[in-house]
Nanobody
Framework: QVQLVESGGGLVQAGGSLRLSCAAS????????MGWFRQAPGKERDIIAGISWSGGSTYYADSVKGRFTISRDNAKNTVYLQMNSLKPEDTAVYYC????????????????WGQGTQVTVSS
């Protein structure tokens, strides 16, 4: 069992930066690939970044490539999402998720989810 708690969301102006954190409970955090997803009102929940259990492999959606960076610290049971050059279209609820079967792009791959944190980017 893994429990995930996101933090770091908020209101930021376009061009600004935020860093999201996702703290995981449980001793098996390092066994899970981790993903960050986001969901805007009326839209599906889509992956924006993922990282393998070791941190050796990462994935980024085209919409955030070059602006967002995912990282993890297995000693702290935490995964991060550094978001730079934020745009109004990045406004959404951001979720972290854990996948036992490895890095994947689809929600069905992920076993555990956090409650989400709101990110709002004003123009």
């Amino acid at each position: 069992q893994v429990q995930l708690v996101e933090s770091g969301g908020g209101l930021v102006q376009a061009g600004g930066s935020l860093r999201l954190s996702c703290a995981a409970s449980g001793r098996t955090f390092s066994s899970y690939a981790m993903g960050w997803f986001r969901q805007a009102p009326g839209k599906e929940r889509d992956i924006i970044a993922g990282i393998s259990w070791s941190g050796g492999s990462t994935y980024y959606a085209d919409s955030v490539k070059g602006r967002f960076t995912i990282s993890r610290d297995n000693a702290k049971n935490t995964v991060y999402l550094q978001m730079n050059s934020l745009k109004p279209e990045d406004t959404a609820v951001y979720y972290c998720a854990a996948a036992f079967d490895g890095l994947g792009r689809y929600t069905m791959r992920y076993d555990y989810w956090g409650q989400g944190t709101q990110v709002t980017v004003s123009s």
